[in-house]
T-cell receptor, first 115, second 114 residues
Framework: DTGVSQDPRHKITKRGQNVTFRCDPISEHNRLYWYRQTLGQGPEFLTYFQNEAQLEKSRLLSDRFSAERPKGSFSTLEIQRTEQGDSAMYLC?????????????FGPGTRLTVL | AQTVTQSQPEMSVQEAETVTLSCTYDTSENNYYLFWYKQPPSRQMILVIRQEAYKQQNATENRFSVNFQKAAKSFSLKISDSQLGDTAMYFCACLTGANSKLTFGKGITLSVRP
């Protein structure tokens, strides 16, 4: 059973650059979530998809952030014009909707450092 | 909106002993789910245990069990026979039926001493 995978695992970039992260959910999982975790804190919700539809976005997700899930499989999270405050671990999770909220399974995360 | 509070930043336990991690939550929803996740150092977050709020019986999973007090909005995790591999950060989280996002506490760092 292949779990949730994320790429890259680490990204170092300079302020002002654009970055893109990828998440591959567990196959047959129709829900995909993005969270952000800063050091010493719990993850905070950013956005989620059901199949290819983006159903909810947090106010944490500024205009510089965009997420897609074009074919209802993998997802990408892009951050434009990165700022030092964007430095964090970006976590992806997936679940399968069976009429009731199901358990979310997390990937290893992408650690972003903005210099 | 829901909130999750973990007031203990860290705890330490001797190997083979029992430890309890505290969590309180607040939600206006009647239908919700509670979780404990474990995040080992530099490793990914994994599910420890899950509790449906409509179930009165406390969930158990091998050495892990919860004490779910719905009226008090308390959801503590008990780890029995602690092992070195239990050393990790533990997060309590709440998920409601109204939306699907998990709301996490700040986490607690658990160290198991040999």
């Amino acid at each position: 059973d292949t779990g949730v995978s994320q790429d890259p695992r680490h990204k170092i970039t300079k302020r002002g650059q654009n970055v893109t992260f990828r998440c591959d959910p567990i196959s047959e999982h129709n829900r995909l979530y993005w969270y952000r975790q800063t050091l010493g804190q719990g993850p905070e919700f950013l956005t989620y998809f059901q199949n290819e539809a983006q159903l909810e976005k947090s106010r944490l997700l500024s205009d510089r952030f965009s997420a897609e899930r074009p074919k209802g499989s993998f997802s990408t999270l892009e951050i434009q014009r990165t700022e030092q405050g964007d430095s964090a671990m970006y976590l992806c999770a997936s679940s399968v909707l069976r009429g009731v909220p199901d358990t979310q399974y997390f990937g290893p995360g992408t650690r972003l450092t903005v210099l | 909106a829901q909130t999750v509070t973990q007031s203990q930043p860290e705890m330490s336990v001797q190997e083979a002993e029992t430890v309890t991690l505290s969590c309180t939550y607040d939600t206006s929803e009647n239908n919700y789910y509670l979780f404990w996740y474990k995040q080992p150092p530099s490793r990914q977050m994994i599910l420890v245990i899950r509790q449906e709020a409509y179930k009165q019986q406390n969930a158990t999973e091998n050495r892990f069990s919860v004490n779910f007090q719905k009226a008090a909005k308390s959801f503590s995790l008990k780890i029995s026979d602690s092992q070195l591999g239990d050393t990790a950060m533990y997060f309590c989280a709440c998920l409601t039926g109204a939306n699907s996002k998990l709301t996490f506490g700040k986490g607690i760092t658990l160290s198991v001493r040999p």
